[in-house]
């Protein structure tokens, strides 16, 4: 939300520069309309993070044609005309980087190309048990939950987005906050009931770009580790951040 206030912010000013620069001839009416966005957001901190009071000093900020627009860019779906274009990860070429497992959230949401690969030491027990056949069915449902949920959010998964995140990941796959799940008997079942999950009416084409970021992910399998690593991390980080949210560590299966 602050991200699509600040883009919407400078893409106002932008526009009322055009319009001042082929009216500079014209009058101009005198009121709180004429100001500039940034001049009546003035009082407002829009780098800390915005809350409803602070939202509503916003909406109040804004003129009715600015709320119509905004209202009209939401309502269908435009929010990339006022976003600044999110490439995914899994298309860059870089290497992800290996870290240890720590309860420091700055340390998990730092920015990299690729998320960092988590060293985690399985125990030595598990090693020898048999891992039942349905767990790679499972795997490509979370992949395409956290693909989804990287689409939704414009590629910013923590901070205040941290729960919005994880309630993306575990509506697509309940199996993350869950150690019960149903049981798959093929991939193709396991995306139907994620893409059921998400939302029975999605279009062909927002399918077919979920299943494309399902297929860059697989191509490497250092992608499908770093895709893993990072819904441990948002499960990890939301516990640090809000131990109110009602998730404890072995609450979920990764």
Same mark, same amino acid.
């Given at each position: 939300m602050q991200r699509i206030v600040q883009q919407y912010q400078n893409q106002i000013d932008q526009d009322s520069l055009k319009v001042h620069?082929?009216?500079?001839?014209?009058?101009?009416?005198?009121n709180d309309a004429d100001a500039s966005l940034a001049e009546r957001l003035a009082g407002v901190d829009l780098d800390a993070e915005i809350d409803d009071d602070k939202m509503v000093k916003i909406w109040e900020a804004l003129t009715e044609k600015e709320r119509e627009e905004f209202t009209s860019l939401v309502n269908r779906q435009q929010i990339d005309a006022i976003l600044t274009p999110w490439k995914p990860w899994w298309y860059e070429s870089e290497k992800p980087e290996i870290s240890e497992i720590t309860n420091d959230v700055s340390e998990q949401t730092k920015k990299s190309a690729i998320p960092p690969v988590l060293a985690i030491g399985a125990p030595v027990q598990t090693l020898t048990q048999k891992v039942h056949p349905s767990v790679i069915f499972q795997l490509a449902q979370i992949s395409l939950a956290y693909v989804y949920m990287m689409r939704h959010l414009n590629g910013e998964?923590?901070?205040?987005?941290?729960?919005?995140?994880?309630?993306?990941? +575990?509506?697509?796959?309940?199996?993350? #906050? %869950? /150690?019960v799940s149903e049981i798959y008997n093929s991939t193709h079942e396991a995306l139907l009931?994620?893409?059921?999950? +998400?939302?029975?009416t999605m279009s062909i #084409? %927002? /399918?077919?770009?979920?299943?494309?970021?399902l297929l860059?992910?697989?191509?490497?399998?250092?992608?499908?580790a770093a895709m893993v690593?990072?819904?441990?991390?948002?499960?990890?980080?939301?516990?640090s951040q809000d131990p109110?949210?009602?998730l404890k560590n072995d609450d979920y299966i990764l």
């Open positions: 620069d082929e009216n500079s001839d014209m009058d101009m009416n005198k998964p923590y901070g205040s987005n941290l729960p919005v995140a994880f309630t993306d990941i +575990i509506t697509a796959s309940p199996l993350v #906050a %869950s /150690k009931v994620g893409f059921c999950n +998400i939302d029975e #084409a %927002s /399918k077919c770009t979920l299943l494309s970021d860059a992910i697989y191509s490497k399998s250092m992608y499908v690593s990072e819904v441990y991390s948002i499960a990890n980080s939301l516990i109110n949210f009602g």
